[in-house]
């Protein structure tokens, strides 16, 4: 078995700040993602990673970075925080073609 | 556009009936998968069944069963014999895997509600 951590659970950040959100998995999986939910919607795809320096946006990029260093690890920067912005960001990983994708906990953000 | 289409946004039924849920999915890929997931009141997502686009057979999983209908670009998810404990949103995604991508794009959710 395996698990997926998300750092910090709880982010409070001010408005225009930069701010960042960590994910760590040891299922050795390939494909990592980063979604955005807001309260009562959907999840949507922000960015993913097939590999170790791959970056892909998915439908909400903008306004936010991220980086994959390694196999293990997906971070997740709002460039600017913005009030609008709070939501819960949920990481997720998987094995190319796998049955299943694991999620994490989340990580709660409230700007200020 | 949406890829991923869930038009119902809240069912409502008795303990111990059957529910369907719908879903229609956009995609030019040959191969894809299909998933269902339920998100419970605590936020946890957990993975339910997935149906592979290749398969002709629906899958199955305890009282979880799928209507797929490639046709029409449709995977409905039908769970027999509800419990209240069913009572979750429940999301429909997609992956589409292909040379260098590896996307999965979620619907919006439909809330069901098992009334006792």
């Known amino acids: 078995g395996g698990i997926i951590t998300q750092t910090p659970k709880f982010l409070i950040g001010q408005e225009g700040q930069k701010l960042t959100l960590k994910c760590q998995q040891n299922?050795?999986?390939?494909?990592m993602y980063w979604y955005r939910q807001d309260s009562g919607k959907g999840l949507r795809l922000i960015y993913y990673?097939?590999?170790?320096?791959?970056?892909q946006k998915g439908d909400l990029s903008e306004g936010y970075d991220a980086s994959r260093e390694k196999k293990s690890s997906f971070s997740l920067t709002v460039t600017s925080a913005q009030k609008n912005e709070m939501a819960v960001f949920l990481c997720?990983?998987?094995?190319?073609?796998?049955?299943?994708?694991?999620f994490g906990k989340g990580t709660r953000l409230t700007v200020v | 556009a949406q890829k991923v289409t869930q038009t119902q946004t809240s069912i409502s039924v008795m303990e111990k009936t059957t529910v369907t849920m719908d879903c229609v999915y956009e995609?030019?890929?040959?191969?894809?998968?299909l998933f269902w997931y339920k998100q419970t009141a605590s936020g946890e997502i957990v993975f339910l069944i997935r149906?592979?686009?290749?398969?002709?057979e629906n899958a199955t999983e305890g009282h979880y069963s799928l209507n797929f209908q490639k046709p029409k670009s449709s995977i409905g998810l039908i769970i027999t014999a509800t419990q209240i404990e069913d009572s979750a949103v429940y999301f429909c995604?997609?992956?589409?895997?292909?040379?260098?991508?590896?996307?999965?794009?979620f619907g919006k959710g439909t809330q069901l509600i098992i009334q006792p």
């Open positions: 995604a997609m992956r589409e895997v292909t040379e260098g991508a590896d996307r999965l794009t």
């Open positions: 995609t030019r890929d040959s191969s894809y998968f």
């Open positions: 149906q592979d686009s290749y398969k002709k």
């Open positions: 997720a990983s998987s094995r190319i073609r796998d049955r299943e994708v694991f």
């Open positions: 299922f050795n999986h390939d494909t």
């Open positions: 990673s097939i590999t170790e320096n791959d970056l």
